[in-house]
């Protein structure tokens, strides 16, 4: 999780929502990405789902079984959906997203019976850590608006 955290201050960096993920094959690292919706221009450019497309192309396959993805945030709706459907064996989030969060907030999305996979999921990894990065980043955004 601290390389999440790396990469979410280097979105933070870019201008971007400090998020970043890190995806994890057995104890080998095969993917890492941060938000970078604005540098893309690309609304589905989440640190997940970047992540997630590095580390199909690092295995060459659509699907990663037995990867861990390790995220600052909890992830909204369409990451937990990629998740699904890579197959991803595990997810381990920082801190909670009370408006979009798909996984405990605002939706059980990873939680739903009728899906052909189920993630494994827990939170609280470096929760705290997570949370002032992203109140740090919101905080000095708003002072420069007034």
Known sequence: MSRALEQASRAARLGEVPVGAVVVMGNEVVAEACNQQITLSDPSAH????ALRTAAATVGNYRLPGCELFVTLE???MCCGVMVHARVSRLVFGAREPKAGAVISAA???????????????EGLYADESAAQLKAFFKARRSLKA
């Open 47 to 50: 640190a997940e789902l970047l």
């Open 75 to 77: 992830p909204c709706t």
């Open 108 to 122: 059980s999305a990873l939680d739903n019976d009728a899906l052909n996979h189920r993630v494994l999921w827990s």
